[in-house]
Every structure is written in structure tokens, then in C-alpha cells.
């Protein structure tokens, strides 16, 4: 049973999360730098490597590679940077298509747009809010057909060169079967996991399923760089070119400018890293404090009869951002007024990109279940509260 517009119950849960929280204004997802960081950003001053040729960028990637269990990590200025170049290196070009999934934050799609490809959005699962693997295959099924070894839109004539699924909030989706239909389809794979550091199917972490993920440290995510994002591959050749191509595809040389293609500005400066490098130390203390107030959310939920999206059984999510599901959008549009009046931020889910004047055009399977989870999805403040801000201390 979910909430009902003119239920008292949202009164409780305002109540509630006042009571984790404290009084208003209470945000969505606040950062918390209560480690390393200032000593680590001085530091990095002090060395006047404050650009991207510092120590602190080399070791948050060696830092972040070995959280994930990737092989390479590569720094970028920012997630959707991060992603641009992810497409680039699997080989995304002008005319391609990709295909990704509407229920997503912008920048996912921005980030296809950019290479002059288009995307093409099939349904997401409503238990993950991520990319369904059926309907994947089904529009593949449906709508390509095999040609040389590639894949095509028999719609367009366009190759289908990537998918990119994202991990909405933390939840995993069903990676490992989108993983093999990519695999059997030719097309490759490109994680968005942008918002699931920390999170696993399985004993695996989010985005070492296919050839490339994009992390992001923007300042809402769950550990953050001020702005920030990060590539890993397990393939040494990807991790090369990634490399060249976020420096201005600059040839090493000592003095010499030799540029061997259009590269781009795009590495991380040191000063972010330096914020990188504390916040990886303090990552395994933050997600066990999300744990904690995801699992508050899920008690008080169930005890009140609302619905908690939870991961599906088999994963783990990093709680990153909860939510909570609505009985339609009247009584969504009711919370999200009541609960932002009294000062406690909550928020309904993005708009689906087909929504937006950019993407209108993009070919869709009717994105069944992302319209139904638009109108009923709310997620709810997530931060870590200050209470437990001495957990996070060195
Ligand atoms: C945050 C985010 C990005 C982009 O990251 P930035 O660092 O803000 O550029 C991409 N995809 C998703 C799903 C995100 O949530």
C-alpha cells in the first residue's frame, strides 16, 4: 500500500525525517568533509600542483580503480565528461546510435549528443529504475537487424554502437543480463554509474561489467571533488587512449607541443583530487552510515504502510538517494508541496528525456513502466546526518 493525498502519514514521515535530521531547511544530499580534506587540499596547494599533473590525481585513480576492482582509473573534470569520453573510446561516432533509457539525468544523453549520435530509449525495470533487460532485447529484436557484424536500425540505417544503462540512485540494475545481450548484439557496453559508487551485484561492483563506466563527484553524489568524475576499464588500451585523449591528445615530451588529434581539457586538477583522496578514505564509513539511515527509512516505511524502493535481492545499493513510491502523481504532487513548504527537500524523479525539447524526436518503446515510475517516485533527504559526522573523523 502506498500514500494516499490526503493521508496524516506525511505528516509522520516529515516527522521522521526531522528526527534524523533535525529542524528545517533540511537538504537532499548535502556534502560532508569532516576527513583529510582541508589537510590534503593545503597540501596540494603548498606543492603548487594545483592542475592535473599532480600526485593526488594518480593516487585517487589507483585509489578508486582498487575500490571497484578495475584495473585502470582516469580522472576527469567532471561525470558527463567522464561519460563523453567513455563513448568516444568504445568507439561511438556522428550518425551512430546508442541506446540508453529515458529515467535518467540529463547528462547521460548530453553526453551522446555531444558525438553527433543519437539516443534511442528502451523501458527500465520498476523494481530498479534501471534499464530492463527485456526491453532492451525486444526492441533490438524488434527493431535491428545484422549486418557484417553489426548491428542496425532497420528504421534509420544508423549502426548501434553502444548502451548505456544507469544505475538510478544506487540500484543496481540487471547489469549481468544486459552485459550478455550487448555481448550477443555486437554493441558495446558503457556503464552510467555516476550514482552508484559503493554499489554491487553480487560481490561485484557497478560499472566492471562492460568495457568502460563513467563515476561522477559532483557535489550531491556520494563522495564528491567539488566537480569531479572518473573512468575505469579493465582494458589497458581503452586506459591508454583515455589518457591521451582528457590531456589534449598531447604526445609526452619534455618541451616539445605535439598534439596527434582533437583532444580534450578534461583531466582532473590536483586540488580535486586532493578532496578525492580524503573522501575515498571516508567512503566505507559513509556507506555504512547510509546503510543505517536506509534502513530507518525502510522500518518506518513499512510500519506505516508506505512503499520503500529497495534493491533488488542479490545486490547491494550504495543508499545513495531514497525513495519512496506514491499512489499516483496527485498524491506525489501533494507530498512533494506539504513536505518542501516546511523546509524538508524532496523531490519528485527527472523527467524522461523524451520529455525534453532535445530528445523529443529520439525512437522509444513506449517507455511503459519509466512513465509510471515518473509519476509516483519521491526521493527523500539522504545525507549523512551530523549526529554521525564523528565517524567520518581520522
Ligand atoms: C551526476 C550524474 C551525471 C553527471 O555527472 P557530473 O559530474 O555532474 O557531470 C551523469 N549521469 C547521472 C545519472 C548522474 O546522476
Redesign the pocket.
Known sequence: MTVRASDSRKGALIDFIQGIYGPPPITLHRPVFEGNERLYLVDSIDSNFVSSVGARVTEFEGRLAAFTGATHGIAAV??????HTALLLVGVERGDEVISQAL??V??CN?INYIGARAVFVDVDRDTLGMSPEALRSWLETNTRCEGGRTVNVATGARIKACVP?H?FGIPCRIEMIAEICAEFGIALVE?T??SLGSYVGKKHTGTFGQIA?F???G??IITTG???MIVTNDGEIARRARHLTTTAKRPHRYEFFHDEVGYNYRLPNLNAALGCAQMEVLPAMLKIKAEVAARYRAFCSEQGLHFIEAPAGTTSNNWLNAILFDDRAARDDFLKFSNETGVMTRPIWRLMTELPMFAECQQDGLEQARWLVDRVVNLPSSVPQSEFERLKP
Request: hydrophobic content about 40%; proline content about 0%; glycine content about 16%.
Open positions: 567532471n561525470g558527463t565528461a567522464a561519460l535518467t539525468f547528462a547521460t553526453a544507469m538510478t552510467d555516476a550514482e563513467a561522477s563527484f559532483n550531491n553524489k566537480g569531479g568524475g
